[in-house]
């Protein structure tokens, strides 16, 4: 491979566990926009989402996807491959995991080698997003095909107790690591690495794709979330709850799913506010764009679960900013990278629903502070957030990656 100079086109491989999942749409907006500027791309990923509702971008794109079959016992044989058995791949299998795991992971390289090969272009990059163990195969791959292997950290797999033994592993092998936040890449160089380097490069959005018409409804507050711990959602519930005593026309909708949703569901009944939140499930783009329209402040009160798990920069936080929608959220994380409180939004501590409860008062009675907060919002998301402008920077990342690994 020679080195490829800046605007060249390149031949970029996506490794990825999911595609195209719902609540992963940076995934989807990164790849969008790299085909938009006329690189090659394909991804091979480990399996298809089970969501019947996709992004509009993904009916855009004509890229080539391969799912890879699971390892199975009859297909162990197929290890004894000239694939598989590559020097340049057996030198990466030097790291703590049982047989099985290596295996499996030979076992998806070749497959992913195998579906590479019949494409008409010869890869520049490997790309893979989220520190997990079959992401291992992604950098086999690259070797054997002798390109750089990058990979975009995210908060799930850093801070979750327990953190995988292979995590370290895995992110001494990538010849650039990727993160979406300040606070992300000071913690892996504490924790993982030392002398890889990191980049940053945030879960941009499409700015263009959210058109406010500043129409919204005086007492209407969205949540847009996963149901589970690190979203706050309890704590959102309690929120609402105390709004309510000086507010009691309060609708509060709430877009999403997941295994808390009876949990939550009581909470509503128990705080008797069943007549002010709406749940509505998963939505199509079109009505999300709707519902972040209409509401007059978005509320997602992150938290650190116990496990340690807690979210980077919510891209759903974005999205109502580039809606106008101010946010109230909380300090976690690299959450205060995106909003500046009492200038584009409102920040709490985590786990306080009488601060929460106080911030969403003052942007449902205080229309001058809200009119400052949603143009700033906009603007921040529009400069600092943008998609286009994000993903300049992840091909820096690459071709710094690829001129590296020629040295």
């Not at 291992?136 to 950290?153: L, R």
């Not at 995590?167 to 000071?186: F, M, W």
């Not at 329209?293 to 807690?310: N, Q």
Request: charged share 25%; glycine share 4%.
């Amino acid at each position: 491979m020679g080195l490829l100079e800046t605007g060249s086109k390149m031949n970029i491989v996506y490794y990825l566990s999911t595609f195209p999942k719902l609540s992963e749409s940076f995934i989807l907006n990164e790849i969008y926009e790299l085909v938009q500027k006329e690189h090659n791309v394909a991804v091979c990923a480990l399996k298809k989402p089970d969501e019947l509702i996709a992004h509009e971008e993904f009916n855009e794109l004509d890229i080539p996807v391969y799912y890879i079959n699971g390892p199975t016992h009859s297909n162990l044989l197929e290890l004894f491959s000239t694939k598989t058995l590559h020097p340049r791949i057996l030198s990466n299998i030097f790291y703590r995991a049982p047989p099985r795991t290596h295996a499996a992971n030979l076992l998806r390289a070749k497959q992913c080698i195998e579906f590479i090969d019949s494409l008409d272009w010869e890869p520049d990059q490997f790309h893979s997003h989220f520190a997990k163990v079959p992401m291992f195969a992604a950098k086999y791959a690259s070797d054997y095909y002798k390109v750089p292997f990058t990979i975009t950290t995210h908060a799930v797999n850093l801070y979750k107790e327990p953190v995988g033994s292979y995590t370290k592993s895995l992110l001494q092998k990538p010849d650039r690591i990727v993160t979406i936040s300040e606070y992300n890449k000071k913690y892996i160089q504490k924790q993982f690495v030392s002398k890889t380097p990191i980049d940053i490069v945030r879960a941009g959005i499409r700015p263009e794709k959210f058109v406010p018409t500043e129409l919204s409804e005086p007492n209407r507050i969205l949540s847009i979330s996963r149901f589970v711990e690190k979203k706050g959602l309890s704590y959102a519930l309690k929120a609402v709850s105390i709004a309510v005593e000086q507010i009691p026309n309060i609708e509060y909708h709430i877009i999403g799913s997941g295994k808390l949703k009876p949990k939550l569901v009581q909470e509503t009944q128990q705080l008797g506010i069943e007549e002010n939140v709406l749940f509505l499930d998963n939505v199509t783009d079109h009505r999300l764009v709707t519902e972040l329209d209409e509401a007059r402040a978005f509320l997602l009160p992150c938290v650190i679960s116990e496990s340690g798990d807690r979210d980077g920069i919510p891209v759903v936080l974005m999205e109502a900013m580039a809606m106008k929608t101010p946010p109230v959220s909380t300090t976690v994380s690299g959450i205060p990278e995106l909003i500046e409180h009492q200038q584009n939004g409102l920040l709490t501590e985590p786990r306080d629903p009488e601060a929460t409860a106080d911030a969403l008062l003052e942007l449902l009675r205080n229309d001058s502070d809200w009119a400052i907060f949603s143009e700033r919002a906009r603007q921040k998301v529009c400069a600092e957030f943008n998609i286009k402008s994000e993903v300049d920077k992840l091909e820096t990342t690459f071709r710094e990656a690829q001129i590296e690994s020629q040295r």
